[in-house]
Structure formats: C-alpha cells, structure tokens
T-cell receptor, first 112, second 112 residues
Framework: DAGVIQSPRHEVTEMGQEVTLRCKPI?????LFWYRQTMMRGLELLIY????????DSGMPEDRFSAKMPNASFSTLKIQPSEPRDSAVYFC??????????FGPGTRLTVL | GDSVTQMEGPVTLSEEAFLTINCTYT??????LFWYVQYPGEGLQLLLK?????DKGSNKGFEATYRKETTSFHLEKGSVQVSDSAVYFC???????????FGKGTTLSVSS
C-alpha cells in the first residue's frame, strides 16, 4: 500500500487566500484524522471522521477552517480566508478499528 | 479526561549512551499505549506499542513496558545512534477507540 497520501507537500500563499489541503487515506481504514503541528502548540487534533462522518471537530480553531470527507478515499481541509498564524505543518492520518494510526508526510503551509 | 505527560526535552546524548524518555498517562479503563517517532521533515511513524498491562513493545532496539501500577510507558534504548535523532511522542489509545491522545513530544539529539 502507498500509505496515507497528502497534497500538496508545500504550500505558500498570501493572507486572505483560500487554501485546500488534500488527503487520501489507506484503503479500508475506517477513521481519518487531521492534525496541525507547530513549534508553539505541538501536535493538535483538529477533526476526525469515522466512515466519512465527522465525529469530533472541537479542535477546529475557528470558522475559517472546514473539513469534508465526500467518500472513503478522499478528504479535504480548507482554510478561508488564510492568516499568517495558520502557518504550520498539517498532517492527515488514518487507521482501522484496532487503534494504530498511520500518518501522511504532511503539508507545510506558509501564509505570508 | 485522559491525558499523556512526557518528559520535557530536548534530550542530548552521545552515541552509545543509554536513553530513557519518561511517559506517564491518566486514563479510565485499559487503553493501548504507543510510541511514535518523527524524523526531520517527515510524518509520525509507529515505533512500538503495547495493548495490555505488563506487555513489552520493542522495535529497532527500543523497548517500553506497559506498567499499570505506575501508569507509565517509559521508552528505553541501551545504545543510541546518531540516526536515532528525532522527536518521540508517547500516545494513548482510549478503550472506546477514538482518536489517539499524544504527549507534547521529546526531542532527542545524538552526537558522535
């Protein structure tokens, strides 16, 4: 299996622009997670899905952030409008029911 | 609620030194415990895991034992290498089977 796939790997944008991050989980995994990692706050869980349904979005920082999972093989995390403080590495992870999570390589987002 | 506490870093060691990274947890029930490793510029990778009390997880010379009586899961390695330089995360998988709960991470730097 190719593992969790994220795109783009790097994104540089200007403040106010819309940013869309993409994730393809491992086939057959029931859960999908979005995390954000910064030096100041460490690894934060933003939202997770079970069988394409959002279960807990309490980690989403504000209404500018939204996430969707239209099918079992694709998810997006959108930031609109983006702000410099959104600069971070965003990770997608997936797992089957038995609890071991597999992480993607991450998307490094820089908002100027 | 459930939580994980790791020792603060960074940890700086010379090659072939003994490594211990402390991890303690608070949880209801009988969670699974994990150590993940993040190499520079990469996503998190599972290093080892233990699913019940007294289990010992091991991989690549690293070991950790699930101690229910002390609610601990300390990571150890007898002789570290420069290639072990990375960030190490302790994580807890709640029995209910939702998102893993991560510690803040401990940076290990090994010099030759």
């Amino acid at each position: 299996d190719a593992g969790v796939i994220q795109s783009p790997r790097h994104e540089v944008t200007e403040m106010g622009q819309e940013v869309t991050l993409r994730c393809k989980p491992i086939s057959g995994h029931d859960y999908l997670f979005w995390y954000r990692q910064t030096m100041m706050r460490g690894l934060e869980l933003l939202i997770y899905f079970n069988n394409n349904v959002p279960i807990d979005d309490s980690g989403m920082p504000e209404d500018r952030f939204s996430a969707k999972m239209p099918n079992a093989s694709f998810s997006t995390l959108k930031i609109q409008p983006s702000e410099p403080r959104d600069s971070a590495v965003y990770f997608c992870a997936s797992r089957p029911i038995n609890n071991e999570q597999f992480f993607g390589p991450g998307t490094r987002l820089t908002v100027l | 609620g459930d939580s994980v506490t790791q020792m603060e870093g960074p940890v700086t060691l010379s090659e072939e030194a003994f490594l211990t990274i402390n991890c303690t947890y608070t949880a209801t029930g009988y969670p699974s415990l994990f150590w993940y490793v993040q190499y520079p510029g990469e996503g998190l990778q599972l290093l080892l895991k233990a699913t019940k009390a007294d289990d010992k997880g091991s991989n690549k010379g690293f070991e950790a034992t699930y101690r229910k009586e002390t609610t601990s899961f300390h990571l150890e390695k007898g002789s570290v290498q420069v290639s072990d330089s990375a960030v190490y995360f302790c994580a807890l998988g709640p029995q209910a089977g939702t998102a893993l709960i991560f510690g803040k991470g401990t940076t290990l730097s090994v010099s030759s």
